[in-house]
């Protein structure tokens, strides 16, 4: 890696950066609702192969 390639890659994070903004309170609640969302449907999934391993092993007897 030459000093050219790092130079142009922190411009290209500055410039990232000149661009962001915080997001205004409705952007964030709808943000947070659906990470909270696919948080409860991930952990359902894994909770009913859970249920799945406990109980198929011993029906299968």
Known sequence: MQVSDIQNKLKE???VLKMARKPDWEEF???????????????????????????LPGALK
């Open 13 to 15: 994070y500055y410039n």
């Open 29 to 55: 609640s709808m943000t947070a609702k659906v990470a909270l969302a696919v948080m409860f449907v991930v952990g359902f999934i894994g909770f009913a192969i859970y249920i799945l391993m406990e109980i």
